[in-house]
C-alpha cells in the first residue's frame, strides 16, 4: 500500500513541474512600464522586455504583436493606474477650483518623486529621442497629452459655468512639464517639485499675463538689438 502512495505521490510531483506558467499580464506591463519608464520608448529593446517581464519572446508576441503592441498597452495601464486617479481628483464638486488643483498636481508630483516610480514624468520621458521610425508612438502620446489638456479645460470650463474664475487649461499642462524637469534633478529639485505643486493653486496667469509677455519679449529684443 506505501509503495503505491510513493508512485502516486511522485507521479503528482511530475506532473506539477511539467506544469506551463500562467503569463500575469498586468505584472508583466508594470515591469515593462518602469523599464520604459526609465529609458524611454527608442532605448528600450524586446530583449530588454524580455529579460525585465521574465516572459519569453512569443509569449510577448502572441500578446501584444509587437513592441509598439506593448508600448500601447503599457501607456493604458499607466493611466488606469496613475493619470485617470491623478484626474479624478480635480471632479470633486465639494472642493474649490484652488483646492481641487493642489490635490491635481501634488499626486503628480508625488508620482515624479516617489521612491516608487522613476523620478521622471513617465510620458515626456518615453517620447525623448523618439526616431523617425516611430511616428505612429509620437502620435499616440501627443494624443494623451491632448487629453490630459482637454480634461483640464472640461474641468475648468465645468467651474466656470457655476461661477468660478476662468484659466487656462494649456498653462496649467505646462505646468506639470515644469513638475517633471524638476524632479529629474537631484534631491533638492524633487523637494521643489513638491513644494511648487503645493503652491500651484495660483497656476492661473493673472488677466492680461499674455500681453505682459508680449511687452517683456518686445523690451528683450529692443535691448538686445
Known amino acids: 500500500y506505501s509503495g503505491i502512495m510513493t508512485t502516486d505521490v511522485q507521479s ?5 513541474r511539467g506544469r506551463p506558467k500562467v503569463f500575469d499580464r498586468d505584472a508583466a506591463l508594470d515591469k515593462a512600464m518602469t523599464l520604459f519608464w526609465q529609458h524611454g520608448y527608442e532605448a528600450t529593446s524586446l530583449a530588454d522586455l524580455v529579460e525585465a517581464t521574465g ?5 510577448l508576441y502572441a500578446e501584444f504583436v509587437n513592441k509598439e503592441g506593448l508600448f500601447r498597452a503599457v501607456l493604458d495601464r499607466y493611466i488606469s493606474r496613475f493619470a485617470a486617479k491623478h484626474e479624478a481628483l480635480l471632479f470633486d464638486d465639494d472642493k474649490t477650483v484652488d483646492q481641487a488643483l493642489r490635490d491635481y498636481f501634488t499626486a503628480v508630483a508625488t508620482c515624479f518623486t516617489s521612491k516608487d516610480t522613476p ?5 515626456i520621458n518615453t517620447s525623448a529621442a523618439l526616431a523617425a521610425s516611430s511616428t505612429d508612438i509620437a502620435n499616440t502620446i501627443k494624443s494623451r497629452h491632448a487629453v490630459q489638456e482637454q480634461t483640464l479645460l472640461q474641468f475648468l470650463q465645468q467651474r466656470q459655468q457655476r461661477g468660478d474664475h476662468a484659466a487656462h487649461a ?3 499642462v505646462g505646468n506639470i512639464q515644469k513638475l517633471a524637469v524638476l524632479a529629474l534633478g537631484d534631491e533638492r529639485g524633487q523637494q521643489a517639485a513638491k513644494a511648487d505643486a503645493g503652491g500651484m493653486h495660483g497656476v492661473f496667469p493673472p488677466e492680461g499675463a499674455p500681453q505682459i509677455r508680449r511687452k ?3 523690451r528683450r529684443a529692443r535691448t538686445t538689438g
Open 216 to 218: 517683456t519679449a518686445r
Open 119 to 123: 523620478a521622471v514624468c513617465f510620458m
Open 55 to 59: 516572459a519569453k519572446a512569443p509569449t
Open 170 to 172: 494649456g498653462f496649467a
Open 12 to 16: 503528482c510531483a511530475k506532473k506539477s
